[in-house]
């Protein structure tokens, strides 16, 4: 049985692809986007958390932690996220669950099992099951195992992909998924390395094999104000609908704070890109650019 580190699965999704899906989030990605809204998904390995609104000051993970990463404070625990070793023991014995493991081992069938339990929604409402992340092809085997078990039911099946990742890891999942969701962040080099710490050539070759496959692509593009959206990203991501007749739509999504919090919980300063959120009227800006460019499909979500 192939396994797989898992952090989340949320079910009823509606912004993942077509209809009322199921959404497994793996563990790793190879990006570190400043704006990252799941930071808890880029370490490929278990990570400590610490919802400091729910402790209950107990402090009984403080005497379990082997470590010593855990001591009571007046205001409740305090960490050395350096040294923990990530056993878990903490998480096992608090009352009000805050703190624990973001990440878990699962089977690639035991997925399949919580996903079975929204079948009925599937069917009636064209949806299915997405694999996102992280990036979910960092686990090519485990999200390969998914994929295969989900298409074994009938379901629809989709993969939410940075891109940069080689595109053997992308081979093994092209069999069993009918719908890919590429974010397209930057259409500039040193940018992308520069805010999303990736390879653009690599994202490209993805992008050209991907393409080549014919499976179809909706590309998601993340709307920073500020950092691309230029009038040469908007014609860039023109460029490559045209080029390539299987993308079917562009997704814009506005930049966020919702996940601000988790960069807290696990240690880590809040991205000061946050305090440059767009408003509506950007987005609306944004969005019209695209249209300009010739691009039909475009919408937010």
């Known amino acids: 049985m192939v396994s797989g580190l898992v952090f989340d699965i949320q079910r009823c999704a509606l912004h993942d692809g077509p209809g009322i899906r199921s959404v497994a989030f793996l563990k790793g990605c190879p990006l570190r986007c400043l704006w990252c809204c799941n930071p808890e998904s880029q370490s490929a390995e278990r990570q400590l958390f610490y919802h ?51 990440g878990y081992e699962m089977t690639a069938e035991e997925v399949v099992v919580e996903f079975e339990r929204d079948a009925g929604y599937y069917a009636s409402s064209g949806g299915g099951i997405t694999l996102s992340g992280g990036e979910p092809l960092m686990q090519a085997e485990f999200a390969s195992e998914i994929l295969m078990l ?6 629809h099946t989709a993969v939410e992909t940075c891109g940069t ?66 009038s040469n990203h908007a014609e860039a991501v023109a460029a490559l609908c045209r080029k390539y007749p299987c993308i079917a739509a562009v997704n814009v999504m506005p930049l966020h704070d919702y996940g601000k ?18 408003n509506e009227g950007q987005v609306d800006r944004w969005l019209s650019l695209l249209r300009e460019a010739g691009i039909e499909n475009v919408k937010k979500g």
């Open 261 to 278: 919090t988790k960069y807290t919980d696990i240690g880590r300063p809040v991205p000061e890109i946050y305090g440059n959120l767009p």
């Open 52 to 102: 400091s609104g729910k402790c209950l000051s107990c402090f009984g993970c403080v005497g379990v932690c082997p470590a010593g990463a855990l001591r009571a404070g007046t205001e409740g625990v305090e960490i050395d996220f350096g040294l923990c070793v990530s056993c878990g023991k903490c998480g096992k014995i608090c009352p009000a669950g805050a703190i624990g493991l973001y």
């Open 165 to 230: 990742v080689p595109a053997v890891s992308l081979s093994t999942a092209l069999p069993f998924a009918d719908l890919f969701l590429l974010d397209f962040k930057l259409s500039d080099r040193e940018l992308f390395k520069e805010y999303a710490g990736g390879d653009y050539g690599m994202m490209m070759n993805f992008l050209e094999v991907l393409a080549a496959s014919g499976k179809e692509i909706i590309l998601r593009t993340v709307f920073v104000p500020g950092v691309n959206d230029t």
């Open 150 to 155: 989900s298409k074994k039911k009938g379901w």
